[in-house]
């Protein structure tokens, strides 16, 4: 029996489930030392005597102002009563039943809150002057202060949040008190209502537990000293002195001290009823959530429903309707407001089932159900309504009859003339109304906004601007004004003379202009014009929608495997789909991309008129395209080398980026009845960066291959699962059919090696197309075919991990050709045309140092003659064609160094004039060879040079064989054996090679350091997003046609603000011109 009444009279009884603590069954003399204030249990006033005197009073030593009434419930209006329906505890409680202490607690505890400074946390009752409200409007002298000061803030939570830095708006009666005190007031005051001269420490306000310091303070600690012993803080309980007989009243629960009583006799032992956890929980939620005011009763609902149905559309905390719903992932409803409260204050934990869950995890529900819910029939309230309404319409209902009582108090007086008078009490006359603030002229025309506002719901569906400028219009035209109506009728058209958005945001991008930047612009122009010529910054983000990808509906047939069909995404995290590895390292880096396929639709959408166009000058239509179109993709991926910005010694370690980008090639169609495709698209500037779009942006070292494996794993497989499957997208107003062809060319060297997983380029395998060897391909510099290919890659990979026939690891090498890790991404086999020119610049470079100091005499010269040679051969370039010394041979250097006059300027340097011709004829064959690889299109271009490439490649090897022996004699440079073997099968097999380069992707390098300049958020992850967000409309053909469209937009602008002076610049021209004619 004493085991059974500790359990059930414990000062643990009354702890909710998922508080009670695992060790239970602690003895008796544990809990008395360890025992929890907070979960004990008010002793019952039928349970204890009367005592008088001072002992039958609870002293509140920190709060004078509040008063303990004689039922034990604090001040009115507080927790208990309101939890209590505004009983007392004699009244609800019947005999053996008790109102659990955690409620008192809870009363308590916002009692205290109350006499306490929510910014400096001091008593109130200390600091002399008068409270004022957190959550509450300036005042009239504290406005006139400010104001004077120049601050316009209303309310006290934007005060607040900027002299304290603390926002106050999302604040609880149950966490945080609502006043502070006069002194912060004086600390905002000076500050102006902007910054605070005082070192104010505001306090972290934390919901109450059972280590409150507010309600169980730590005791002060014995000191010798008087002056440093430590006061309690405000409104503790404090134990009453007990008798050596009061420790025998409570052995049977256990409680060896109690507060001391208000009221009322010590009785014989109750036994007190067991209250079920949930509906304590219920009743402590009760206590701090007040939605009384914004949620609707239940008792409105007009019809008996079903009692499920009916605890279904109830909100578990609140017990009112649902207002706002959301659903936890235990498929319980809430109020969003409710249950927010509730988490913050009592924990993350479903009320209903006590399943723990996220803020993040909470959902909306069904449509169905919200149909139903906004279905629920509820009777009006109002006295002499009586209507039924639904629930979704309720709040619009109560607005009519709340606009009634206010037409009805404005018909109330004497409807006299006088009543239309403007009034004049005196004091200054009364000012026209275009010479007021917009304050003042939003209070003096309330009348007339909340008539035109009824109107407009009436008859325009809530249109309130056209029913204003409809209304201006008709003043302008009866007051005879018409020119300025024909501009205000323009202007309402959607014709006004200000620019259009995407001509705004397309200069913007394309110069460059941060937001603040651009603002200033917007409002320096409309303050020296007059006239709002760019359009505001919010017009500019609904362009952006529609040109970034996310914006356009679109379907897959069949859908893409393992990838979502949702059609609005934007841009993504790149590491979404990381997978760790087996020592669970994180990925450490950012990236950020659009997803494949739905960058894919917004870049089709953006070259719909083009398609559009396209099919008009082929003269088909779109019944005839019943095919299908086909999409030709080149895909670019390459690092850009170090970003970091250089703030003066920049990081320790460099910020390496890549970047991954796709271009469409081409658009074509097989008509009905033909037998060959027609070309409807084809990209005119294939190695632009104006047609480069970027799909990943990623802060990785482009030689990190495991983490670039992982980045662009997701993007691999989105590629393979659109390459079985068809777009279904509409073009025109008419659906029309997608397929796509992707092409991996655009790739240098150390990418391809990377992705097909070869070794390095220094590897005795040194080409990307055949299976030659460094010294096959010296011996035989022209004869070679492309022999490689994904799939095969993939097989050797599998032998080399393998190893089926137990070889060693150099005969293994040899069978494999240089694979040495799986490929992940498949690669055309082809030459990066870019690559190449630069590779073989630098190879050019060095045989002109070799031949100004004669290698071809002493073979080994030392590093000292080397760099001799080299300080010459600069000083002559930069003397003679002013060119710079390098550090890194780039693509502007290898254009002006391989040319006739670059070889001239070299041949002067040269001692014999053998050697001279040599080098002549070398550079004449190698110029003859370069238009074919560079050319869009070399069969139209350079017809000529592609009929003799295979003659001047043989001549151009036999030179490298003889005459430069000394250099190629075993061994070549991986771009020289790839021009001279493998550039006419590539041309004969793909057309073109300079059309695929990666010269777009290279050329949008300096883009990514421009557009990081233009956005000032500091964390990477944003800056990423922007980057990637103004490259994508900088490469949009729709802002580039509004661009060339809009190119004289300088002049049109300065035709606006003063068009005198280019009317006079005008007639200055055609005077000049004159004599001419």
């Not at 109130?124 to 957190?134: F, I, T, Y």
């Not at 970003?643 to 990081?651: D, L």
């Not at 480069?692 to 291959?705: I, N, Q």
């Not at 004449?924 to 139209?940: D, F, G, I, S």
Request: include cysteine; charge should be positive; proline fraction near 5%.
């Amino acid at each position: 029996m004493a085991e059974a009444s500790l359990e059930t009279e414990g000062p643990r009884s009354s702890m909710p489930a998922e508080l009670y603590h695992c060790h239970s069954e602690f003895s008796n003399w544990k809990f008395k030392l360890f025992r929890v204030k907070s979960m004990e249990k008010a002793p019952l006033p039928s349970q204890i005597e009367t005592q008088k005197g001072a002992s039958s009073q609870i002293l509140f030593s920190s709060a004078p102002r509040s008063t303990v009434n004689d039922d034990g419930v604090g001040p009115s209006g507080s927790v208990m009563k309101l939890c209590l329906g505004g009983k007392s505890k004699e009244h609800v409680e019947g005999p053996g039943k008790r109102v659990d202490l955690k409620l008192k607690e809870m009363d308590i505890h916002m009692n205290h809150l109350r006499y306490l400074c929510r910014l400096c946390g001091v008593a109130l009752r200390k600091v002399k002057g008068p409270e004022h409200d957190v959550q509450g409007h300036l005042d009239e002298t504290s406005r006139n202060t400010l104001r004077r000061m120049g601050c316009k803030f209303t309310s006290w939570p934007e005060v607040i949040l900027k002299v304290f830095k603390v926002d106050v708006t999302g604040d609880t009666e149950a966490v945080h008190p609502l006043s502070f005190c006069h002194r912060c007031w004086m600390v905002a005051m000076r500050g102006g209502g902007f910054c605070s001269f005082s070192k104010t420490r505001v306090p972290e306000w934390r919901p109450h537990s059972s280590l409150c310091l507010l309600c169980s303070p730590k005791k002060p600690s014995l000191k010798w000293s008087v002056r440093n012993r430590k006061r309690p803080l405000c409104r503790v309980q404090r134990q009453v002195k007990r008798f050596k007989g009061d420790y025998y009243d409570n052995t049977g629960t256990c409680e060896k001290k109690t507060l001391k009583p208000v009221s009322g006799h010590h009785p014989g032992h109750v036994v007190r009823s067991w209250v079920k956890p949930s509906i304590q929980k219920k009743q402590w939620a009760k206590s701090f959530i007040h939605c009384q005011k914004d949620h609707l009763s239940t008792s409105l609902i007009s019809e008996e429903l079903p009692e499920d149905f009916f605890r279904s559309v109830t909100c578990p905390v609140c017990d009112h309707l649902l207002s706002d719903p959301v659903q936890s992932p235990c498929r319980h409803l809430f109020c969003r407001s409710c249950i927010m409260i509730y988490s913050h204050t009592l924990g993350l934990h479903c009320p209903a089932c006590n399943l723990p869950f996220a803020t993040a995890d909470l959902s909306s529900p069904a449509n169905a159900f919200l149909a139903a819910l906004h279905s629920v029939p509820l009777l009006c309230s109002r006295s002499g309504c009586g209507k039924q309404v639904r629930l979704d319409t309720y709040k619009a209902h109560c607005l009519s009859h709340q606009l009634e009582e206010e037409d009805e108090n404005q018909r109330s007086p004497n409807e006299t003339i006088d009543n239309y008078l403007p009034i004049n009490k005196g004091g200054r006359p009364r000012q026209h109304l275009l010479s007021l603030t917009r304050r003042a002229q939003k209070h003096r025309l309330k009348d007339l906004k909340n008539q035109v506002k009824m109107f407009a719901d009436k008859e325009e569906g809530g249109d309130i601007k056209s029913v204003c400028l409809t209304l201006f219009l008709l003043a302008l035209r009866s007051g005879n004004e018409h020119q300025q109506a024909d501009e205000l009728e323009v202007i309402m058209q959607g014709r006004g003379y200000g620019l259009h958005p995407a001509v705004c945001l397309a200069i913007r991008v394309n110069t460059f202009l941060s937001c603040s930047q651009y603002h200033k612009m917007y409002r320096t122009v409309k303050a020296t014009s007059g006239r709002q010529i760019f359009q505001p910054l919010h017009t500019l983000r609904a362009v952006e929608k529609e040109l970034l990808p996310g914006y356009h509906p679109f379907e897959w047939q069949p859908a893409l495997k393992n990838v979502s069909a949702s059609c609005q995404v934007g841009i993504i995290n790149g590491l979404s789909g990381w997978v760790a590895s087996v020592d669970d390292s994180p990925a450490d880096t950012i990236t950020r991309r659009f997803r494949y396929d739905v960058a894919l639709v917004s870049a089709l959408k953006d070259l719909e008129e083009d398609i559009i166009e396209g099919l008009s000058k082929c003269g088909l239509e779109d019944s005839a395209c019943t095919s299908g179109f086909s999409v030709m993709i080149k895909e670019s991926c390459d690092g850009m080398g170090d970003v970091s910005e250089k703030h003066g010694g920049g990081p320790p370690v460099p910020e390496k980026a890549v970047r991954f980008s796709f271009t469409i090639m081409s658009i074509s169609i097989l008509a009905d009845g033909e037998q060959e495709e027609v070309t409807i698209f084809r990209e005119p500037k294939p190695n632009s960066e104006l047609s480069c779009k970027p799909l990943c942006l990623m802060f990785v070292d482009e030689s990190d291959h495991e983490t670039l494996t992982a980045v662009l794993g997701p993007v691999i497989a989105e590629r393979n699962a659109m390459k079985q499957s068809q777009l279904i997208l509409s073009m025109g107003g008419l659906p029309h059919s997608f397929c796509f062809h992707f092409r991996g060319t655009g790739y240098d060297e150390k990418m391809v090696r990377e992705m097909e997983g070869l070794e390095a380029s220094g590897s005795t395998y040194i080409c990307t197309l055949c299976d030659s060897t460094r010294a096959d391909a010296s011996h035989n510099m022209v004869l070679h075919s492309i022999t490689r290919s994904h799939s095969e890659n993939l097989e050797r990979y599998e032998i080399w991990r393998t190893n089926p026939f137990s070889e060693s690891a150099e005969e293994l090498r040899d069978r494999v050709k240089g694979v040495s890790a799986k490929p992940f991404m498949e690669t055309q086999p082809t030459l990066d045309a870019l690559h190449c020119d630069i590779s073989n610049a630098t190879e050019f470079y060095k045989i002109f140092q070799d031949e100004i100091g004669e290698v071809f005499q002493r073979p080994k010269p030392t590093r000292e003659e080397r760099r001799g040679w080299r300080a010459a051969l600069d000083k002559q370039l930069r003397r003679k064609m002013k060119l710079k010394p390098v550090m890194r041979m780039n693509g502007n250097y290898a254009r002006r160094l391989m040319t006739k006059e670059a070889v001239d300027v070299v041949c002067e340097l040269v001692p014999t004039e053998e050697r001279r011709e040599a080098l002549r004829e070398l550079m004449e064959l190698y110029l003859q060879m370069k238009p074919v690889w560079r050319a869009t299109c070399p069969t139209n271009e350079c017809p000529d040079q592609l009929c003799q490439y295979s003659f001047n490649s043989q001549r151009f090897a036999d030179l490298l064989s003889t005459a430069f022996k000394y250099r190629y004699n075993g061994k070549i440079t991986n771009y020289l054996h790839k021009t001279l073997a493998h550039v006419p099968e590539i041309i004969e097999r793909d057309g073109s090679i300079g059309a695929w380069a990666s010269e777009g992707n290279e050329s949008a390098n300096k883009l990514f350091r421009r557009f990081r300049k233009m956005n000032a958020r500091q964390s990477k992850a944003f800056e990423l997003e922007d980057v990637l967000k103004h490259h994508w409309l900088y490469t949009s053909k729709y802002l580039q046609k509004f661009m060339n469209a809009h190119k004289d937009s300088a002049k049109a602008l300065q035709a606006t603000i003063d068009p005198l002076v280019i009317q006079d610049q005008d007639n200055e021209n055609v005077s000049l011109d004159a004599p001419d004619l």
